[in-house]
């Protein structure tokens, strides 16, 4: 043992100096400057000082009333004087809205502050990624964020799980500007939105924003749910397809029964469905052209005649010299599949490959002559759904799972690894799923929901909408 000031402890140099850890916590000093006593001053007083200067102002308003109170009437009017500003506040919804509101964010910043710094995100100017915008979500807080010079987007991202247990949130999202590096777009989740403690206006089932329109069209971007931010979802359906799967009772017949009704709202459109239960697509026949039920034999029936109509729409694509079908081409098909599993893995072996093989050629060729799947299964794992074909759809839509396998088989593999899991979605919550789409990563969003007499007025609407592009009769 060395006599000196130090110890060596496994050959490791251990500090000079020894004693108790402070009371309170707080993050190491990354300047490199030897501390003077105005430095010090400046990082342990008025910084944190400035942080609190709201709640300073505001005091110091009040203080200022008592005293003019005080000396205009005596220590009665030191009492009263405040209490006409702080009742005003109180009593008007615009100034109490802006009295919340800016004590909120105070209290924000100064969270963020020490979570960015104790993260060890402050460079060695004594600079932190600084909130220029915050807004309230239903899941926590979104803000916009600067990051300083010296720094980047991807070191916040890499200390998303600090800053996280930090604030004592669930979790911390961070994603870069697509314009700017330096900014990026950060959210705090703090709750669940979708459960029984959340949001009451999204715990419960939502309406389907299209719900009372008379007209739509596929074509455009089609809402399907609300993320946990509170914004919509929406998916463009043509030259894609869509597989929705979980467990039992999950919402996977809510959430494709919105793909069909915007579809019913476009009379341009024709819906050829296979329904192996006879259920979930009864109430949109006044709008399908043509659906089959548990029968093998003319489910491989339809797979012919909608590839007979696909390789006519190639036969003309080549001889206008196009590669993809548009708005004025033609109508655009929907094949909607509820219980997928019940042709793709039926016990009738020739049957069964029969089909797969059609539904593939189908799915694989169809997005660019207007062919748009739109599928319901249960787990989709390979000896249910043959890979080839699960791996043709780029929608994908995961609901309440029972393990990580099962999500990966429908997100695919590797993404519970990384944090989304539909696993661990709460059982109670019904519709709610992590959707696969245009953003490139999976999101949690909870479904819009159709009641029977909503789409029994939809069907009914789609039915008259058609009859009237057919000529039939007149609206």
């Known amino acids: 043992m060395n006599g000196g000031g130090s110890r060596r402890y496994s050959g490791v140099q251990a500090p000079g100096r020894v004693g108790?850890?402070?009371?309170?916590?707080?993050?190491?000093?990354?300047?490199?400057?030897?501390?003077?006593?105005?430095?010090?001053?400046?990082?342990?007083?008025?910084?944190?000082?400035w942080l609190w200067r709201r709640e300073v102002c505001a005091v110091g308003v009040l203080v200022g009333l008592a005293v003019y109170g005080w000396l205009v009437v005596g220590w009665v009017g030191a009492v009263v004087s405040p209490v006409p500003l702080v009742?005003?506040?109180?009593?008007?919804?615009?100034?109490?809205?802006?009295?919340?509101?800016?004590?909120?964010?105070?209290?924000?910043?100064?969270?963020?502050?020490?979570?960015?710094?104790?993260?060890?995100?402050?460079?060695?100017?004594?600079?932190?990624p600084r909130i220029r915008e915050e807004r309230w979500v239903p899941a926590g807080d979104r803000l916009l964020v600067r990051v300083p010079r010296g720094a980047t987007v991807d070191e916040l991202g890499e200390q998303a799980e600090r800053v996280a247990a930090v604030l004592r949130v669930r979790e911390v999202r961070v994603a870069r500007d697509a314009q700017r590096a330096d900014i990026a777009h950060v959210d705090i989740v703090r709750r669940d939105p979708f459960g029984g403690a959340g949001i009451p206006e999204m715990a419960g089932r939502i309406p389907w924003p299209w719900v009372l329109y008379g007209q739509?069209?596929?074509?455009?971007?089609?809402?399907?749910?609300?993320?946990?931010?509170g914004d919509p979802v929406t998916m463009r359906l043509p030259g894609r397809n869509v597989v929705v799967a979980g467990e039992p009772e999950a919402g996977k017949s809510a959430a494709l029964s919105l793909v069909l009704a915007a579809a019913a709202l476009d009379p341009y459109v024709k819906v050829c469905g296979l329904?192996?239960?006879?259920?979930?697509?009864?109430?949109?026949?006044?709008?399908?052209?043509?659906?089959?039920?548990?029968?093998?034999d003319e489910a491989i029936d339809l797979m012919e005649d909608l590839i007979r109509i696909m390789d006519d729409r190639y036969e003309l694509l080549e001889a206008a010299g196009r590669r993809s079908w548009g708005p004025s081409d033609g109508p655009l098909y929907l094949i909607p599949i509820d219980e997928l599993r019940f042709y793709t893995a039926n016990p009738n072996r020739s049957a069964r490959v029969k089909f797969n093989e059609l539904a593939i050629d189908l799915t694989a060729r169809g997005r660019a002559a207007g062919m748009i799947k739109a599928a319901a299964t249960q787990k989709p794992s390979s000896d249910v759904v043959?890979?080839?074909?699960?791996?043709?759809?780029?929608?994908?839509?995961?609901?309440?799972?029972?393990t990580r396998d099962a999500s990966d088989t429908i997100l695919g593999a590797g993404?519970?690894?990384?944090?989304?899991?539909?696993?661990?979605?709460?059982?109670?919550?019904?519709?709610v799923g992590l959707l696969l789409a245009e953003a490139g990563f999976p999101r949690l969003c909870k479904s819009y929901y159709l009641e029977d007499h909503d789409i029994r007025a939809i069907a009914a609407r789609g039915a008259a909408l058609r009859r009237l592009v057919a000529g039939e009769t007149s609206i």
């Not at 043959?386 to 043709?392: A, G, I, Q």
């Open 20 to 49: 108790l850890p402070p009371i309170l916590q707080r993050p190491d000093l990354p300047v490199r400057a030897r501390l003077t006593v105005g430095s010090s001053v400046m990082l342990w007083v008025v910084r944190p000082s």
């Open 87 to 128: 009742v005003a506040t109180a009593a008007l919804p615009w100034s109490r809205r802006w009295a919340v509101h800016t004590l909120r964010r105070a209290r924000l910043r100064r969270e963020w502050d020490r979570a960015c710094r104790f993260a060890g995100l402050s460079t060695v100017n004594d600079r932190i």
């Open 216 to 229: 739509a069209s596929l074509w455009d971007p089609i809402p399907v749910a609300v993320d946990d931010m």
């Open 275 to 296: 329904d192996a239960k006879r259920l979930e697509l009864a109430l949109w026949k006044p709008v399908m052209d043509r659906v089959v039920g548990p029968d093998m």
């Open 386 to 402: 043959p890979t080839s074909y699960r791996d043709l759809f780029a929608y994908r839509w995961a609901m309440r799972c029972t």
């Open 415 to 431: 993404w519970a690894t990384q944090g989304f899991s539909a696993a661990e979605i709460d059982v109670n919550t019904r519709g």
